[in-house]
């Protein structure tokens, strides 16, 4: 015969049993799941930016936006400042000088063909991966990359939305098909070709890069099944600087302050420094001389105010959906742009304006590392490289961690932004031409064996 005590006994073992397999499964259930990835890239997008504060008159409310949701890192880098080696770095994980991809001539997928992309990666590990626009450069995209890719910005603009007058222009100079005529530089024809920008007379929903984001949007509202890394490249402010002409009208041209241009600040450089500011055939000169400063300048900048009206957009197709609360944000520009600083145009070059990019990112709470996710509108001013994104995302989506990898995860300084931080942005262009940026210093080595050396404390400029 059974005693009470021991049937007692039994019964609260059993209620402990019972508890005990109650709490493991509310614990499974409770544990996170894999955050979403929305990738963003602006093309050739500098520090004019509001939340950067390069140009006094920027308009760029939704990268504002963004930056008071993210942790904004003021001092991100690329990898290089060409399109190709910069996005081939951040979506291989492979720093030029580890891949040998240095130039937008070379075709990474025949120099690293075994290399597994970022996306790949997710789509490894559970990920549903799509995407619209210049995310690599132009048609060098990785198929293995996609479950599912809209390409609708690998050509800048079909030539039904140019302006009646451009389509005169290139009849009449007999450039061919893709050349923007230059219309607004004729001095710059058959050698400059897409160094050009006008105010088109169509709505935004013409343009390319709205038909990535609605592209992209279309993917938040629905349900993967999965989680999803979801990349939309924004084309402007790459050239040409073709906007709707709401854009321009944001900056009238007799308002537009010019960038800050000390005289004889080549001076003191080496040739190969000088020949790389006036690569091209001198662009600086030939914009003087067709009186073009302030028109490039407002080109610009209303290139940057479209791209941003496409950000905001996007946030609010991200605000809309299902997945609002479980999605990271990454936004970022593969490198910046000069628009006559030290004599120089476009990219290509290691200086300051060149180098620094933006660099936003937001987590949400539960985001594995970061259980209160990112804090909203904090600014880390640690020096980062753009090659540290690939073991950012990595970490944040709980992925095993890959040694061969170029950079470092973020994810120390998602939590703490002021966090101790020694390591220093490298940058190069073409072949061993290399950069070193730290938080006061830039020392820079060209292939002719010439320094620089930049005190950026003292010497902003």
């Not at 991809?101 to 799509?130: C, F, M, T």
């Not at 009646?164 to 024809?189: C, I, Q, R």
């Not at 900056?251 to 003191?268: E, H, M, N, R």
Request: hydrophobic content about 40%; some cysteine; glycine content about 8%.
């Amino acid at each position: 015969m059974v005693s009470g005590k021991r049937i007692n006994a039994v019964r609260t073992l059993a209620a402990v049993l019972m508890t005990a397999v109650f709490a493991f499964n509310v614990a499974v259930e409770a544990k996170p799941s894999k955050p979403n990835v929305l990738f963003i890239s602006m093309d050739d997008l500098n520090d004019w930016v509001e939340p950067l504060g390069g140009h006094p008159q920027a308009r760029t409310p939704n990268l504002t936006r963004l930056a008071d949701q993210s942790v904004n890192f003021t001092r991100a880098y690329c990898a290089s400042p060409g399109c190709n080696p910069s996005r081939t770095a951040i979506m291989t994980g492979l720093a030029p000088h580890s891949s040998g991809v240095y130039s937008n001539y070379q075709d990474w997928r025949e120099v690293i063909p075994e290399r597994i992309s970022l996306g790949k990666y997710l789509r490894d590990h559970g990920y549903y991966s799509a995407g619209a626009g210049k995310i690599y450069h132009y048609h060098m995209v990785d198929p293995l990359c996609w479950d599912a890719y809209w390409p609708s910005q690998t050509k800048n603009m079909p030539d039904e939305y140019l302006p009646h007058a451009l389509k005169e222009e290139k009849d009449v100079d007999g450039l061919g098909e893709g050349v923007s005529g230059t219309v607004n530089m004729p001095a710059f024809k058959n050698m400059y070709m897409m160094f050009d920008w006008a105010a088109l007379d169509i709505d935004d929903a013409q343009m390319g890069d709205y038909q990535s984001v609605e592209y992209v949007a279309g993917q938040l509202q629905k349900d993967h099944g999965k989680p999803f890394f979801l990349a939309c490249g924004i084309y402007r402010p790459h050239l040409p600087w073709y906007v709707p002409q709401k854009y321009f009208d944001m900056f009238p041209l007799a308002s537009i302050q010019l960038p800050k241009v000390l005289d004889g600040d080549l001076d003191d450089l080496s040739d190969r420094a000088r020949d790389i500011a006036n690569r091209g055939g001198g662009y600086h000169q030939h914009v003087l001389k067709a009186g073009q400063w302030k028109p490039a300048v407002q080109g610009y900048l209303a290139s940057i105010a479209f791209a941003d009206a496409m950000l905001g957009r996007l946030l609010d197709a991200l605000e809309k959906s299902p997945h609002a609360d479980n999605t990271v944000i990454v936004l970022w520009s593969d490198h910046g742009w000069q628009l006559g600083e030290k004599g120089h145009w476009r990219k290509f070059a290691l200086w300051e304006n060149v180098l620094r990019t933006v660099l936003m990112i937001k987590a949400p709470p539960g985001t594995v590392g970061l259980p209160s996710g990112t804090r909203a509108g904090a600014v880390c001013q640690r020096v980062v490289s753009l090659q540290d994104m690939y073991p950012t995302i990595v970490d944040l989506c709980a992925l095993p961690p890959r040694k061969d990898i170029d950079g470092r995860s973020l994810v120390p300084l998602l939590r703490n932004p002021q966090a101790q931080w020694d390591f220093p942005a490298i940058s190069s262009y073409d072949f061993s031409e290399f950069s070193i940026r730290t938080e006061r210093w830039r020392y820079t080595r060209l292939i002719d064996g010439s320094e620089e050396l930049y005190d950026h404390k003292q010497d902003p400029e």
